[in-house]
C-alpha cells in the first residue's frame, strides 16, 4: 500500500476559522507593563467570601467526585426555587434543567443539539465573537441580523422576519448585551417573540448578564407569552456572582431538548466540577446581597465612563445592563483595528475593535468598565491624550 501524501489533517470548517478577536488583542497585552486592560469582559471583583469559604469547606469534606450528568440535584433545586422566585419561571430540576460547564457549554451543546446540516440559525450582529463559529462547528450556517446605532443596536422586527427562510431553524439572542451592553423593554420582547412564533423559531437565549441590569427589570425570554416551550434559557454564574474561573453554567428548556443536550453532555464533558456546584448552591442562597453592591459599582462606572467617552466624541449608546460600552470612532480616519492597535502602543489602554463583532462595526470598540474606578479615570486620560492627537494630526 502506497503511503499517501500531503494529508491535511485539519478540518476545513476549523482550518477557515478565524481565532477569536477578543483573545487575539487579549494576547497582545499579555507582558506588557503598565497597561490599563479594559478588553477582555470579566469582573474585577473577587468571589465573594463566603463562596469561596464553602468550595473550601467542600474540599476539606473531601466532595471531590463527580456529579450525574445533569449536575447536582440539590443545585437544580435551588435553581428551581431561585427562577420561580425572581421571574415567575417554573421549570422542573428533574428534566428541564440542566448544569453546564461555564454558560459556553451551554451554548455549544443548545446549538449542537437543535441544528442539522446546513440549517440556519440567526445571529444579531454586534455579537459575541463565538455565536457564528459554534454555529458552523454544528454544520450550520449563520445568518447576520445587522443592528445599528440609529436603532440602539436594537433587533428590528421587521428585519428579523425577513430573513426567516423554510431553512431558519432559530436564533441566538442575547441581552444585555456584549458587546453594546443594551437590552430590551417587555413591549420590545413581545414583538421579537410575535415573529419567532410566527416562523416557529427556536429562540436561544443568553442572558448571563441578566442580574447586572441597571434601568428597569429584566425579563426573560421564556416568560413571555407562548415562548417557554420553543426557548432554551441559558445562563450562569460567572458575571452577576464574579466566579468566571469557577465554569458553571446553566441550561433551561423543554425536556425533549434538555435531554438531547444532556446527551452530548455526558459523552464530551461528562459533568461539572462538584466544587463549582456547591459553590454555586452557596451563591444562590445567600449571594443577592453581594450581587446588588457589584451591580450598584458598576453602574456608577458605567455613568462614568458613558459621560468621560461623550466628553471626548466617542459617542456611545447607553446601555441598560452588562459591563460594556460600544463607542463609535466615526469621527476618526482610523479603523477599530488601527485605532485600538495606536491606542495600546501609544497610550497603553487595551480595548476590543469592534469588527471583532461583526464586520460591519468597524467604526466601534469595545469598552469593558469592570475595572476600578480609578483605572477607569486614568484610562479616560490617556484616551483624551489619544484623541487629541488624532485630531492634530
Not at 474540599?59 to 445533569?70: A, C, H, I, P, V
Not at 475593535?353 to 475595572?371: E, L, N, T, W
Amino acid at each position: 500500500m502506497k503511503k499517501r501524501k500531503n494529508i491535511d489533517f485539519v478540518s476545513k470548517c476549523v482550518e477557515k476559522m478565524a481565532p477569536s478577536g477578543i483573545r487575539a488583542f487579549f494576547d497582545l497585552v499579555l507582558g506588557m507593563k503598565d497597561v490599563i486592560s479594559l478588553g477582555v469582559g470579566e469582573p474585577d471583583f473577587v468571589t465573594p467570601w463566603n463562596i469561596r469559604e464553602t468550595a473550601i469547606f467542600s474540599l476539606e469534606q473531601g466532595y471531590t467526585s463527580y456529579t450525574s450528568n445533569k449536575g447536582l440535584y440539590k443545585l437544580r433545586l435551588y435553581l428551581e426555587r431561585f427562577l420561580k422566585e425572581r421571574f415567575e419561571l417554573v421549570y422542573c430540576p428533574e428534566n428541564e434543567i440542566l448544569i453546564t460547564v461555564g454558560v459556553s457549554e451551554a451554548l455549544d451543546l443548545a446549538v449542537r443539539a437543535i441544528v442539522n446540516p446546513g440549517e440556519e440559525i440567526i445571529v444579531p450582529q454586534p455579537s459575541y465573537v463565538s455565536y457564528g463559529p459554534i454555529v458552523e462547528l454544528a454544520q450550520g450556517k449563520p445568518i447576520s441580523l445587522p443592528t445599528t446605532e440609529k436603532e440602539n443596536f436594537k433587533i428590528n422586527p421587521e428585519k428579523l422576519a425577513k430573513l426567516c427562510s423554510a431553512k431558519t431553524k432559530g436564533i441566538i439572542l442575547n441581552y444585555p448585551s456584549n458587546p453594546t451592553g443594551i437590552s430590551y423593554t417587555r413591549k420590545e420582547l413581545e414583538a421579537i417573540n410575535k415573529v419567532c412564533q410566527r416562523y416557529n423559531l427556536l429562540v436561544i437565549t443568553d442572558e448571563v448578564y441578566g442580574e447586572l441590569t441597571y434601568e428597569g427589570r429584566h425579563i426573560p425570554f421564556p416568560a413571555l407569552a407562548g415562548a417557554k416551550e420553543r426557548t432554551i434559557y441559558l445562563n450562569g454564574f460567572s458575571k452577576a456572582y464574579a466566579m468566571t474561573g469557577w465554569r458553571l453554567g446553566y441550561a433551561c428548556g423543554p425536556k425533549e431538548l434538555i435531554a438531547a443536550m444532556t446527551k452530548i453532555h455526558q459523552y464530551t464533558m461528562l459533568c461539572a466540577p462538584i466544587i463549582s456546584q456547591l459553590a454555586a448552591c452557596e451563591a444562590l442562597q445567600a449571594g443577592r446581597r453581594d450581587v446588588e453592591s457589584m451591580r450598584r459599582e458598576y453602574k456608577r462606572r458605567r455613568d462614568f465612563m458613558l459621560d468621560g467617552l461623550n466628553a471626548l466624541g466617542l459617542a456611545c449608546v447607553k446601555p441598560q445592563g452588562a459591563f460594556y460600552l460600544f463607542a463609535s470612532i466615526g469621527k476618526f480616519s482610523l479603523n477599530s483595528l488601527e485605532f485600538a492597535n495606536r491606542l495600546l502602543k501609544e497610550e497603553k489602554v487595551a480595548v476590543i475593535p469592534g469588527v471583532a463583532f461583526g464586520k460591519g462595526y468597524d467604526k466601534f470598540i469595545r469598552i469593558s468598565y469592570a475595572s476600578n474606578y480609578m483605572q477607569l479615570k486614568e484610562a479616560i486620560e490617556r484616551m483624551g491624550r489619544f484623541c487629541r492627537k488624532l485630531k492634530l494630526s
